[in-house]
């Protein structure tokens, strides 16, 4: 009987080394080197919106879209990568009138991961009211393009706009607020009048029209934040209507210049 046990653990032994010279030869006839994957070609941005100032200059603006290339080892190759960009006809913005595009051959050099694309934007083409919109596409590479392989450029045409000071607000919570410019009409106000704490908040100025752009208060894993408002021209008066999701919708919120 002792004989026989000893057979068996024996065999059993034999089977599982067995097993595990199979499974280890196949685990090496299957070894992935994530290392080499391909090399995705893409827009840096799915879209893109920016404010173009319409000053009576006739100003022709460069405006850079990054284009990049990711995968393989995430290191940059040691050769260039060649990109061929188009317009695509779902733009609504017409070349030649809004806009126009010069080149559509880059190149992404040996040793970087991306290359800027250049449009000239006609500053007095644009209309404020009615903003216009550019979709580049990639048409080849000499890498693998993305199946994400378009941007969308809204050409938003502005007034000139000088919000940056100091305010007050006069309902709420009183607080006193700083405005400071962060690019072509748009701004960061330190708070609101409704927190304790001073979150900042985003506007954009379009000829005395504002928008709080979808945001973030970061605290709590980020709250949204949306709105719209409004400047009187005569008095420098801001009004917004501001909502902060979970807490409040358009809440008025107005500030008196200091």
């Not at 026989?4 to 089977?15: E, G, K, Q, R, V």
């Not at 040996?110 to 009615?130: F, H, M, P, R």
């Not at 748009?186 to 304790?196: G, M, Q, W």
């Amino acid at each position: 009987m002792k004989k026989s046990i000893n057979t068996l653990i024996y065999s059993a032994a034999s089977l599982l080394m067995l097993s595990l010279v199979a499974c280890d030869a196949l685990l090496d006839q299957e070894e992935t080197d994530f290392g080499k994957g391909p090399i995705v070609v893409q827009f840096q941005q799915k879209s893109i919106t920016n404010n173009f100032l319409q000053d009576g200059s006739g100003a022709v603006y460069d405006f850079e879209i990054p284009i990049e290339y990711q995968g393989a080892d995430g290191n940059p190759l040691g050769e260039d990568v060649t990109v061929t960009i188009g317009i695509n006809s779902e733009s609504t913005a017409n070349e030649d009138v809004e806009f126009s595009l010069s080149q559509t051959e880059f190149v992404i050099p040996a040793g970087q991961k991306s290359a800027n694309v250049v449009i000239q934007v006609n500053s007095e083409s644009l209309d404020a009211l009615n903003p216009k919109t550019v979709i580049l596409e990639i048409l080849n590479s000499s890498q693998t393009v993305s199946d994400k392989n378009t941007t969308a450029i809204t050409l938003q045409a502005i007034c000139p706009s000088n919000l940056e000071g100091n305010y007050m607000y006069i309902n709420g919570n009183e607080s006193a607020v700083t405005i400071t410019s962060t690019g072509t009409g748009t701004y960061e106000v330190s708070r609101d009048n409704a927190f304790s704490n001073p979150y900042p908040l985003y506007i954009s100025d379009v000829c005395n029209t504002l928008t709080i752009p979808g945001s973030y208060i970061m605290d709590n894993f980020g709250i949204a934040t949306s709105g719209a408002g409004s400047v009187d021209p005569d008095t420098g008066t801001i009004t917004l209507y501001y909502t902060v999701d979970g807490y409040f919708a358009d809440r008025e919120m107005i500030l008196i210049k200091q």
